[in-house]
C-alpha cells in the first residue's frame, strides 16, 4: 500500500537528513580521529540512507529493512557505472567488517587516513549523484 504524499515526503525528508549527517559525521571522525574503521562504518550509512530516500520517493512505501547497498540500488532502478557497483560492493563490507566482531579486525588493519579519505571522496561524490536523482525523481 502506498503512502500518503505527506508521509512520503516525512519519510525522505528523514531519510535525507540522516545521510547528510552521517556525511559530516564520517568526516569528522576520519579528520580528527584515528578511528577510521568508524568514519568507514557512518560512510556507508550515509549512502544507505541516501538511496532509502530515493526509494520512498520513487515508490511512496517504506525503504525495505536491508543495509545492503547493491540490493537498494537495485530496487529504486538506478544505472551505475561498473565501477561504481564495484566500490559500493566494497563499501557494503564497512557496514558488516563494522557491525560483527569476528570481522572488525580486518577492516582495522585496511582503514588508514588515506584509505578512509579516499572512500569519503568517492561516498561524496556517490551521495551528491543520488541526492541529484532525488530532485529529478517525482
Not at 540500488?73 to 569476528?102: C, H, M, W
Not at 568517492?122 to 551528491?128: A, F, K, L, M, Y
Request: charged share 25%.
Amino acid at each position: 500500500m502506498n503512502l500518503d504524499p505527506v508521509k512520503t515526503k516525512q519519510l525522505v525528508d528523514y531519510w535525507l537528513r540522516g545521510s547528510l549527517e552521517d556525511l559530516n559525521g564520517a568526516k569528522e571522525i576520519v579528520d580528527h580521529t584515528s578511528r577510521y574503521a568508524s568514519g568507514l562504518f557512518f560512510a556507508h550509512l550515509c549512502l544507505e540512507k541516501a538511496l532509502k530516500a530515493l526509494y520512498c520517493q520513487k515508490t511512496s512505501q517504506h525503504a525495505p529493512y536491508t543495509h545492503n547497498l547493491l540490493a537498494l540500488v537495485e530496487k529504486t532502478g538506478l544505472q551505475l557505472s561498473e565501477a561504481d557497483i564495484q566500490l559500493l560492493a566494497e563499501i557494503n563490507e564497512f557496514n558488516l567488517e563494522a557491525r560483527y566482531p569476528d570481522e572488525k579486525f580486518t577492516i582495522y588493519q585496511r582503514a588508514s587516513k588515506d584509505v578512509a579519505s579516499a572512500y569519503l571522496r568517492d561516498v561524496e561524490r556517490i551521495q551528491s549523484w543520488i541526492l541529484q536523482q532525488l530532485s529529478n525523481s517525482p
